[in-house]
């Protein structure tokens, strides 16, 4: 059977390729996937007598469409949005929206097809989506952010809803444009549904804990991590990239822990303070002013500011927390890693190593928390927020974060479970695709041929 699995998922990974052609990182996070699922095939032939894995790689539903919009000047713009509902098998569609540049229904298919086994994984009842659009709200007007969601939503309501799709926030969407968002789908639809998006502002419906949830998650997990092992934060040297949301609040917890951060970056370049990182500085350059990272050497002048944010892996550390984006870490910057002696890497960004750059770490026994796992914490939240607005009350922060820290030690146990039960003792990588996929397997199995 071992051929046999084998030999189905290698020509299952080929049609995948030319069924979605010019789409290499949806590519690349089914090849991933499939290249786990090996062993489960082996012990569970029915997966591939009922084409589990055939349909969990093709998206329930993909919806293209038009947003058009009017900027501060009066000219007409249009972008593309998107939204693809990828598995439901578990629970209403759930994942967050993207606005940038690069998006394109490649990327929203990544995305959405990672979210299906990360949602699995949080033990939470949430299957897996995703959309975005190509439009960029850097140096766009609050009036014209205002215009385009409005736009946006107008075609995206018809496809979401409480009991249908859950969307949350992603990069280049904020508590600004969830907010637009909601208050046009409420004016479309002429009722309160506050379970339709998380991530709102705590006065309509937002939790707790929210803003932090993706950067305190991810830090839990590689504590839970860094504990197997008998080790700690304290003390503990850590780059982060990336300056938004979950790198700030990454920074935040590994310092309440001990860590001391010394390295944060955004798209132009990275920043290098041998004292640590001053986050109250990051969080006003950041949050407040929205400017470049670079403006963190204007108050702190010991420190160093060098362009080119792939620079950061450079610095020598004990532990890394990739948070920017996709890809930022290929084969030669993990192996500069794993020779500047570093001992753990937790993914805060969704799939931010390549599959070379993955294969070193676990090559080198580097502590590896892949993406699925590490950074769940943001949409469990997403998944307690749900849960509040379904029950019309608050949780306080303590609660809510308490909640947080269970689901990601839990996380870390059931991919760890699962990787010793399938041979593969350490990696986290085959433990959070087989325990993500095997629950979405048998529900799907469950409700037969949909």
Not at 41 to 64: A, C, D, F, S, W
Not at 425 to 437: E, H, R, S, W
Request: charged share 25%.
């Amino acid at each position: 059977m071992s051929a046999n699995a084998k030999k189905y998922c290698d020509e299952l990974y080929q049609r995948v390729i030319k069924r979605n052609a010019n789409e290499p990182e949806y590519h690349q996070a089914v090849k991933e996937v499939l290249e786990s699922l090996v062993a489960v095939l082996e012990k569970h032939p029915e997966y591939i007598e009922l084409g589990i894995v055939e349909r969990i790689v093709e998206p329930e539903r993909q919806i293209i469409f038009r947003v058009p919009w009017v900027d501060d000047i009066g000219r007409v713009q249009v972008n593309r949005g998107f939204r693809v509902q990828f598995n439901s098998a578990i629970g209403p569609y759930k994942g967050g929206i993207r606005f940038h540049p690069s998006v394109y229904v490649g990327i929203i298919k990544f995305l959405g097809f990672e979210q299906i086994f990360k949602n699995s994984l949080t033990g939470l009842p949430i299957g897996g989506a995703k959309g975005g659009s190509d439009f960029d709200p850097k140096g766009k007007s609050d009036a014209e952010v205002m215009r385009f969601c409005q736009s946006f939503m107008t075609e995206l309501y018809r496809y979401i809803g409480q009991d249908i799709d859950v969307p949350a926030g992603d990069i280049g969407v904020g508590g600004r444009e969830v907010g637009f968002m909601f208050g046009q789908f409420k004016r479309i639809k002429n009722v309160y549904e506050a379970g339709v998006l998380t991530g709102k502002g705590l006065m309509y419906g937002g939790s707790l804990v929210r803003t932090q949830a993706t950067g305190y998650g991810l830090v839990y997990f590689v504590d839970e991590m860094l504990k197997a092992k008998g080790m700690s934060f304290a003390g503990k040297a850590v780059l982060v990239s990336g300056s938004g949301n979950v790198s700030i609040y990454a920074t935040e917890k590994v310092q309440e822990l001990g860590g001391k951060v010394v390295a944060m970056s955004d798209s132009n370049g990275y920043i290098y303070d041998a004292n640590g990182i001053n986050l109250d500085t990051i969080k006003q350059i950041k949050e407040v002013e929205r400017r470049r990272i670079s403006e963190y050497i204007k108050v702190h002048p010991t420190a160093e500011y060098h362009t080119g944010c792939e620079g950061i892996w450079t610095i020598p550390c004990d532990i890394a927390l990739p948070c920017a984006t996709q890809n930022e870490i290929n084969e030669n910057d993990a192996k500069t890693l794993v020779q500047n002696g570093c001992k753990a890497v937790g993914e805060g960004a969704n799939m931010p190593t390549t599959l070379e750059g993955t294969k070193v770490f676990l090559d080198s026994g580097i502590l590896f928390g892949p993406a699925k796992a590490a950074n769940a914490g943001g949409v469990a939240t997403s998944a307690l927020e749900m849960s509040q607005n379904s029950m019309r009350l608050s949780w306080t922060f303590e609660e809510v974060d308490a909640k947080l820290k269970t689901i990601m030690v839990n996380i870390y146990k059931n991919a760890s479970i699962a990787a010793e039960e399938y041979g593969q003792k350490d990696n986290l990588v085959v433990g959070a695709n087989i325990a993500g996929f095997v629950k979405v397997a048998e529900a799907m199995k469950a409700q037969g041929l949909v």
